[in-house]
């Protein structure tokens, strides 16, 4: 029997080791890596609140996030090969005419 | 024997979530985050959720991975390879990863979660059938919504990654 606050120790990890890619990284695919992986930090949560809960939204809830994240991760790439396209670069300090 | 296949589980999961980040070449980090969200399925597996972990292999190893690595080959230059990291950022990054990590983590440790009696003590799994009736009844306006949602970010993308610099022959 694992307890749920091991399961939400690991998923603390995912997220922070996600913001500090998204913080440090300045390659846009990186920058995609560090979401996937803090949305698969909060996928975790919802999983194990599910099981201790014994309620079933949780995985209800964590099925649609997924699908979420896998459109989000199609639009994200399309994105970028754009951009590499325009810039013949992913480095997001490159792509300078998007700036305000 | 649980505990060590879950602390197994944990270490393979941070670590390759860690090399996804940091590996040299993008391609080595594709397929670390490919390792990592089959770790995240294992987790699933132990916390008795065996739909979602299989959806995850699905999506995650299977889908988002090939999508990811077509990606990276397709972006593939010399001087994307040469890290331009500042040092400053990269020690703030550190620093702000740790605050997250303490800050989080004593919230958690401090709260009823902590408890070994928190929630409901039946440890008997939920019904894989429960997750379909609940998702075609209760959340069925949701899941609409969702396939509208997948279907236009799909032609989203594919509109976006049109080449419009290409002549057709037949014109």
């Known amino acids: 029997m694992i307890d749920l606050i091991d399961v939400l120790l690991v998923s603390i990890v995912l ?3 996600g913001i500090y890619g998204l913080v440090v990284k300045r390659n846009a695919i990186r920058m995609l890596f560090s979401i996937e992986i803090i949305a698969n930090a909060a996928n975790l949560n919802l999983i194990a609140f599910s099981r201790d809960l014994h309620n079933v939204q949780g995985q209800v809830f964590a099925l649609f996030s997924i699908a979420i994240a896998a459109a989000e991760v199609a639009v994200g790439l399309g994105i ?21 | 024997m ?6 197994g589980v944990a270490v393979l999961t941070i670590g390759s979530a860690i090399i996804s980040l940091e590996s040299k070449e993008l391609i080595y980090g594709a397929i670390a985050l490919a390792i990592s969200m089959l770790g995240i399925a294992g987790f699933f597996l132990l916390l008795d959720a065996p739909f979602v972990a299989m959806f995850q292999i699905a999506v995650y190893v299977g889908a988002v991975a090939v999508l990811v690595i077509f990606a990276v080959m397709l972006v593939r230059t010399q001087e994307l390879f040469t890290a331009r990291e500042d040092r400053g950022r990269k020690i703030a990054g550190i620093l702000l990863m740790l605050i997250t990590m303490g800050g989080i983590g004593a919230i958690f440790l401090a709260s009823g979660v902590r408890d070994p009696t928190f929630g409901n003590p039946n440890t008997t799994p939920i019904d ?14 949701a899941l609409i919504v969702l396939g509208f949602t997948l279907a236009g970010a799909v032609i989203g993308a594919l509109a976006l990654a049109r080449r419009e610099d290409i002549v057709k022959e037949n014109d």
Do not use: C
């Open chain 2, 2 to 7: 649980a505990d060590a296949i879950f602390y």
């Open chain 1, 15 to 17: 997220f922070a080791i």
């Open chain 2, 128 to 141: 894989i059938t429960e997750i379909g009736k609940s998702m075609l009844t209760y959340y069925s306006p």
């Open chain 1, 80 to 100: 970028i090969i754009i951009a590499y396209r325009l810039y013949k670069e992913i480095d997001v300090e490159q792509f300078r005419s998007l700036r305000g």
